[in-house]
């Protein structure tokens, strides 16, 4: 966890300006599109209970750091860019990608997202394709936070 607030920091002091505003955000659960972790036949857990802070530098462009029990049932640690050009009556859509801990097969991860805003609350889904043919699921995942 130290690297990741170390790496946060980092990157909020490398700005040339640190104008934006934080968000608070929980992690709500996820949906896969896989019932099983591949030959185990182990359920995924759809939970995914976290919490996480997220810079806003520009309206466009994010810093996410947080922590929530994952999909295989362990607790996971990310840092995230995210990068959402499109906008429209409230909804803006983009991609992330960045670290993230506890997964057997990668420490990266990388999706779509789409986040709807209403005045200060903030709805937040993201899609991350499946990483391997063999075992794992495409995962869809949801966030509610408040900004400041």
């Known amino acids: ?11 909020l002091c490398s700005s040339v300006s640190f104008a934006g505003d934080f968000t608070l955000h929980t992690s709500l659960g996820s949906y896969h599109t896989e019932k099983y972790q591949g030959n185990e036949f182990k359920e995924w857990n759809q939970r995914n209970e976290g919490f996480s802070i997220e810079w806003n530098q520009t ?46 097969l990668t420490n990266i991860a990388a999706g779509l997202m789409l986040r709807y805003k209403v005045e200060k609350v903030v709805f937040t889904t993201r899609y991350v394709p499946k990483v391997d043919k063999r075992i794992g699921s495409s995962v869809f ?4 936070g408040y900004n400041f």
């Not at 966890?1 to 990157?11: E, P």
């Open 141 to 144: 995942g949801f966030e509610v």
């Open 1 to 11: 966890m130290k690297k990741l607030i170390i790496t946060f920091v980092l990157l």
């Open 59 to 104: 309206k466009e462009l994010s810093y996410q750091i947080g922590t929530y029990h994952n999909s295989e049932w362990k607790n996971s640690k990310f840092a995230f860019v995210q990068y959402l050009p499109i906008e429209y009556k409230g909804a803006s859509i983009g991609a992330f990608g960045g670290y993230i801990s506890g997964y057997e």
